[in-house]
Structures are given as C-alpha cells and as structure tokens.
C-alpha cells in the first residue's frame, strides 16, 4: 500500500476537499483523485463522499482514517530512525497551564532521565483548538486543565492547582478580607476562553450568580488579560501557577472568597508513541506537571 495515496486520504478529510489538499501536499488536484481511487480500488470500498464543495468519509472511510493516521506516524518514525534523529513528542498545552510550566516542561522532555529523551514541538492553543488536533493525530499529548465540562474522552489527572480570583490592587473589592459571590456581580470578568473559562466560572461560582454576569473574551492572549485585570478592568479566576508572578510583584491581588474555592485538575490525554526515549520524555514532563499539589501552592 502506497503512503502517498493514506496521505491524500488524510488531508482530503482534514482540509475539507479535493482542492484544498491538493494545494495543501503540492500536487495537482488530478493527481489527488487518482491516488484517492487507487486507494479505493485496493480496498474495495468507497473512502468520501462529496458534500456541497468538499469531500467527508463514508462509514468505510472512517474506519479507516485513524488506521491511515497511525500508518503515516509510524512511516515518519520510521525515516528519523534510519537517520538517527531524536524521536518528536508533539505536545500541546493550554495556554494558562503552559505559561507558568513551558520552561521545566520543555527541560523535562528535552533530556528525560539520564540521557536525552525526545525533541519537543509545542503548541499552546485553546481547548478546542488542541481537541481538534488530537482528534485530527497531530498531538501525542495534551495538557489542559478541567473545566468541569463533560465529553472530554479519556483522560488521565496529573496534577492539580489553586483556583485563585484575582483583580489589580486598585479594585474596589481589593482591600476586603474576604468576599462574597454576590458582590462581584457588578464587576465584569476577563476569562481568557470563550466557553472554556466561563464553564469554570459556572462550576466554581455557580451557574445562578453567573447568569447575571458579564463576560468580556480575550481569546489567545492571557498576557493581555493579566495586564487588563491589573489596571482594574475586571476579575478573573484563574489557575494560581498562571498569575503567580504577578500576584508575588503585586500587579494582581487575590481575593478571598467566604468559601473556599476547589483545585483545578491538570488533565493529560496522550497516544501512545513506540521507543524509549519518547516514553521517557512523557514521564518526566507529567511528573514536573504532577509533582507539587494544590497545598504546597498557597
């Protein structure tokens, strides 16, 4: 069986359609549907089906997708050994757990146990963005944390941090020594994922105070939203690790709540990569995630 002909497979179905795979591999799109039909034609079954301008798997087809997928992984595995490259461990984190982590993730995995371990290709996403891509292959492991939604999949917790609420030293609720959930109604809150954060918000706060509040998005940039809430421009609740700098200069206060809020768990999702050096580079990067609890953070 021909690689190349798995490899339009995936990318007619990743991108949509015949067109947009072929520009994406660099072919012409004739070539595409040839290699599409020889592939069809050794399996004895229909692959895709068309839908308006592109192409979707028929049940045949996606049977076969995953088993394409792990083929290509392999076959690319098996080109850097015979080169004697370093095995890949393609990661993906979100971006308020890889803020506080990235520097001892990436050490971890670089040289795992006593020797080197594996080359790293990180992607700091939001949560669907890195569920697309671990369905689609492209991760082999991804770390997020939980949000209290359901339908995640199969997981494993590695960890957990502090939830902490926090606002710039100027708030009016700043000074408080402690807070209720009803007074922070009239304040807007800065969540750094549209549905993630606000998910978390509902499961820590409650979903009826939440109802009433405003929301205000910076999707892709929690450096902007630390910076924001610092000057006063709204509450966030967020994991500890991800403001724990600023909470420590004093560009953000915490504000404690009359209940205490509960610890966020990391989650980990990971596909399992033959060889010992990527194996060695997974166990030592969950263990820099899992290694400190929720009660040595505070």
Avoid: K
């Amino acid at each position: 069986m021909d690689s190349r002909h798995l490899r339009a497979l995936v990318a007619v179905v990743d991108h949509g359609g015949i067109s947009a795979a072929a520009q994406a591999l660099g072919y012409a799109q004739s070539s595409v549907s040839a290699q599409l039909g020889r592939l069809e034609a050794e399996l004895g079954v229909s692959l895709l089906v068309r839908a308006g301008t592109g192409a979707v798997p028929t049940e045949a087809g996606a049977r076969v997708l995953p088993h394409a997928r792990a083929a290509l992984a392999l076959e690319d595995q098996l080109r850097r050994a015979a080169l004697g490259d370093r095995p890949r461990l393609r990661v993906g984190a979100q971006e308020s757990l890889a803020h506080a982590w990235v520097p001892d993730l990436l050490a971890a995995a670089a040289y795992a146990g006593t020797g080197p371990g594996a080359d790293v290709e990180l992607t700091v996403a939001d949560r669907a963005t890195l569920e697309r891509r671990y369905a689609a292959g492209e991760l082999d492991l991804v770390l997020q944390y939980d949000n209290g939604a359901r339908g995640l999949g199969p997981h494993t917790v590695v960890g957990h941090d502090r939830t902490v609420l926090v606002a710039g030293p100027g708030h009016p609720l700043a000074g408080r020594e402690r807070v209720t959930p009803e007074q922070l109604l009239p304040y807007e809150f800065l969540v750094a994922e549209r549905g993630c954060t606000a998910e978390m918000l509902v499961d820590r706060l409650g979903r009826d105070l939440l109802a009433g509040a405003r929301l205000t998005t910076l999707q892709g940039s929690l450096s902007a939203l630390l910076r924001l809430a610092g000057h006063g421009h709204g509450l966030s609740l967020l994991p500890e690790p991800a403001v724990a700098r600023e909470l420590e200069d004093g560009e953000l206060v915490e504000l404690r709540l009359t209940e205490p809020l509960r610890p966020v768990a990391i989650l980990a999702r990971r596909r399992p990569r033959p060889g010992p050096g990527v194996e060695a580079a997974v166990r030592s990067l969950l263990a820099v995630v899992g290694r400190v609890g929720p009660a040595a953070r505070r």
